[in-house]
């Protein structure tokens, strides 16, 4: 069911996912949830290894479950993608809060999509979601902007976040591993970044650190912000060190990780959506940012 490192993870505080309904096949709930869906996130890795972060779009229906153990998705694969290839996708409705998650391997692959063979397939909790509502729209992509710095933009694109999702992979060769895809969410500037290096609280979640327990078998990961009101993209990589008793928590969190930057990609006007706000989740509410922090620090 979990790997050794997610299991090390949950040892290391004192935790325990044993009661995760993690199964090897997807309940039909789930498979007619993914064909309901506009937009699905994706893991892939890079031919270097590492892992990236994208999303797809397509109208409802491009995301299609034949059989328990099987995806088809109609759209250009992302990054990396290949026959045998591992790839982890998060199902998410924002206007509801509704999210599943399936992890397998890329069995067929052609110019008009990819099929999935779903090796992992459980749901999460709606926590630290914030609500939106998607309209349809034209959408004109530039090519990849490649940065060498975070500059002014891609700097205000992730204090303003209010949600990011990031792909991880377990360490070559684990029992149960591949790779995954997870969402992240909170109040805007609860991503700090301090130099070259973004500063992430980890929040209360399902207890099964999918995330933290493959970034402790393989410290790169790739994350994933979207600027819900032009439709940039910005895809991040880096190597990852987790704080497990950090000194500097936010209120809710109960650990840090700090992503230091390798790579940093811009791709203009390509979420083809007009969204908007709904509400943030209870769970976000009871948090904090690093701005209210340094202000009661202050005082």
């Known amino acids: 069911m979990f790997h050794a490192d997610e299991l090390t993870a949950q040892a290391l505080v004192g935790q325990s996912g044993n009661s995760a309904a993690i199964r090897p096949?997807?309940?039909?709930?789930?498979?007619?949830?993914?064909?309901?869906?506009?937009?699905?996130?994706?893991?892939?890795?890079?031919?270097?290894?590492?892992?990236?972060?994208?999303?797809?779009?397509?109208?409802?229906?491009?995301?299609?479950?034949?059989?328990?153990?099987?995806?088809?998705?109609t759209a250009r694969a992302a990054e990396g993608a290949a026959v045998g290839a591992e790839v982890g996708l998060l199902g998410?409705?924002?206007?509801?809060?509704?999210?599943?998650?399936?992890?397998?391997?890329?069995?067929?692959?052609?110019?008009?999509?990819?099929?999935?063979?779903?090796?992992?397939?459980?749901?999460?909790?709606?926590?630290?979601?914030q609500t939106r509502r998607p309209e349809p729209r034209a959408?004109?992509?530039?090519?990849?902007?490649?940065l060498a710095v975070l500059d002014d933009d891609a700097r205000r694109?992730?204090?303003?976040?209010?949600?990011?999702?990031?792909?991880?992979?377990?360490?070559?060769?684990?029992?149960?591993?591949?790779?995954?895809m997870s969402h992240r969410g909170g109040r805007p500037r609860f991503v700090d970044i301090r130099d070259d290096t973004l500063v992430i609280p980890?929040?209360?979640?399902?207890?099964?650190?999918?995330?933290?327990?493959?970034?402790l078998g393989d410290p790169r990961a790739g994350l994933l912000f979207i600027d819900f009101a032009s439709g940039d993209l910005?895809?991040?990589?880096?190597?990852?060190?987790?704080?497990?008793?950090?000194?500097?928590?936010?209120?809710?969190?109960?650990?840090?990780?700090?992503?230091?930057?390798?790579?940093?990609?811009?791709?203009?006007d390509t979420f083809p959506f007009t969204w908007a706000f709904g509400d943030y989740a209870p769970t976000t509410l009871a948090t904090g940012t690093w701005a209210t922090r340094a202000s009661s620090a202050s005082t």
């Open 92 to 129: 998410l409705d924002l206007s509801n809060r509704r999210r599943n998650r399936a992890n397998g391997r890329i069995t067929a692959l052609d110019e008009h999509g990819f099929t999935v063979a779903v090796q992992q397939s459980f749901g999460n909790c709606p926590q630290y979601i």
């Open 202 to 215: 980890d929040f209360r979640g399902n207890r099964y650190f999918n995330t933290l327990g493959n970034l």
């Open 157 to 180: 694109l992730i204090t303003a976040a209010d949600t990011f999702f990031v792909a991880s992979r377990s360490r070559a060769g684990a029992a149960n591993g591949g790779l995954d």
């Open 234 to 268: 910005l895809q991040l990589q880096g190597l990852v060190t987790i704080d497990w008793n950090a000194d500097a928590k936010l209120e809710g969190a109960q650990r840090t990780w700090r992503l230091r930057l390798e790579n940093v990609v811009r791709r203009r």
């Open 25 to 73: 096949f997807m309940p039909d709930q789930h498979r007619d949830f993914f064909a309901t869906l506009p937009y699905l996130f994706i893991a892939t890795v890079d031919r270097r290894g590492w892992p990236i972060a994208s999303v797809l779009t397509g109208a409802p229906g491009f995301v299609q479950s034949p059989d328990p153990t099987t995806l088809i998705i």
């Open 139 to 146: 959408a004109l992509p530039g090519a990849a902007e490649r």
